[in-house]
Structures are given as C-alpha cells and as structure tokens.
C-alpha cells in the first residue's frame, strides 16, 4: 500500500487548537532562563507563528522543487537548503541548515586552504609534498643569512638570523644572545 503524502491544507478558520503540542511548546518555553513567566495566552501565540514559520519554510522548499528540471513530489533536505540559500528572510537558518557537498568538494577545499596556509600551489602538489619541512622555519618562510664578509652587527659570514615573524621565540632569544656575545663594545645606557 503506498505511502498517504497529500499535503495538510492550512486552515482557513481559527479553531482555537494548535497542530503542534500545546504543551511540549510550553515545556520548550520554560527551559529558556530569558523567559521566567509564560502565559497560556503567550504560549499559544507562540505555537500558533511557529506553525506559520514552518509552513512558510515548507512552501519556500516546494517552490524550490517545482523548479528543478524533474519536479518531484516529496520535500528533500537540499530543496530546504536551496529555499535558505535563496530567500532573503530564511537567511538566519543557513547555519542550521547548510547546503552539501559532496566529499570531494570538501577535500578539494581543505587541500587549497592547507597550501594557502603553508605557501605552496593547490595544484600539483601532493600531500606528501606540502609536508615537507622548510628550514627550520614553521612558518613557510627560509631564514635569512647574512652574506657580506665580516658580517653584520658581529656575525660570522652565513650566520643565520631568524626573522622577527619566527614562531619560536626561544630560537630569536638564542640568536640574540650570539649577537650579544660576539659584540665586544658596552652600550653606554646614561643618557
């Protein structure tokens, strides 16, 4: 026997009854500490729009399927992402309801921030390469090496000097220190 999946037509008349539970709203309601007193009259208002909002959301995700090229029936979760994505007021439930994708998608995202991140190209690159240790430096970049004869500021010539942006602040500390211990000359502090 196949599935009943005719809509529920919306009332025309107030009633005076909610489709959705009276009471499970009510209990919904006192578990926000914002709200320390709710009236039966508040409660049922508040069943009442959220009835509306969901077949509002419901329409919105129905128009969305009678726009595909082979309008289906029933309501999927991506005709729910598209209504969200598309309508202006839906907005705020883009983050309840987000579009997918599929994993490739998601891997091909992750693979270009990941390159982004360490300064090689996305394309091309394996993961195996991306992982390849730089210098000494954690964050993509070489460190600089002093090439005049005597040096400068007292380091000898190919003395390493770690940029000011180095992760590890123990290596600046102990390249400062050299630098320290090879100048000679006080550094007179009275002004």
Known sequence: MPYNTT????R???????LLPLTRVKKIIAVDPDISV???NAAFVITLATEMFVQY?????????????????????????NAVTHQDNLEFLEDVIP????????KAKATAARARVSGSKATG??????ERPTDSMPNGKRPKTVLNGNGVNGLSRGARVLSSDAADPNDQLETEMRQAHQDDGDVDMTG
């Open 125 to 130: 690159t394996s993961a195996a390469e991306d």
């Open 12 to 18: 025309k008349e107030v009633t005076g009854q909610t």
């Open 7 to 10: 809509a529920i037509p919306p």
């Open 38 to 40: 709710c009236s039966n």
């Open 57 to 81: 959301l419901t329409s919105e995700a129905q128009n969305m399927t009678k726009l595909e090229r082979k309008p289906r029936r029933n309501i999927q979760y991506k005709d729910m992402a």
């Open 99 to 106: 579009k997918t994708s599929s994993y490739k998608e998601v």
